[in-house]
Nanobody, 116 residues
Framework: QVQLVESGGGLVQAGGSLRLSCVAS??????IDWYRQAPGKQRDLVAG????????????VQGRFTISRDDGKEDLQLERVSLQLNSLKPEDTAVYFC???????WGRGTQVTVSS
């Protein structure tokens, strides 16, 4: 069974940090994206990474969030991806999901709550 599992969410004060992890099982992928969805809002792309290490970020998180691969298998398909969240703001509060890029394979999400 192909699945993605996120972990690492939690409650943190504004200015704090969290590190989210997305682990793939049953398959590997050429690109993995992180999305987030706040209550009552649409799910938005936050950051993405390819197996070649190319990254992209949504403008409001650029410079604060860092996406990386953690599987130590450079140039091979992705198995584990992390999202480092620094300088967190209350508006970063959301459920964070990882997605195998251009597929319908999603994790169940991990909650990030930032208090002011």
């Amino acid at each position: 069974q192909v699945q993605l599992v996120e972990s690492g969410g939690g409650l943190v004060q504004a200015g704090g940090s969290l590190r989210l992890s997305c682990v793939a099982s049953g398959a590997t992928f050429s690109a993995i994206d992180w999305y987030r969805q706040a209550p009552g809002k649409q799910r938005d792309l936050v950051a993405g990474i390819t197996s070649r290490g190319k990254t992209n970020y949504e403008s409001t998180v650029q410079g604060r969030f860092t996406i990386s691969r953690d599987d130590g298998k450079e140039d091979l398909q992705l198995e584990r991806v992390s999202l480092q969240l620094n300088s967190l703001k209350p508006e970063d509060t959301a459920v964070y999901f990882c997605n195998a890029s251009a597929t319908n394979i999603w994790g169940r999400g991990t909650q990030v709550t930032v208090s002011s």
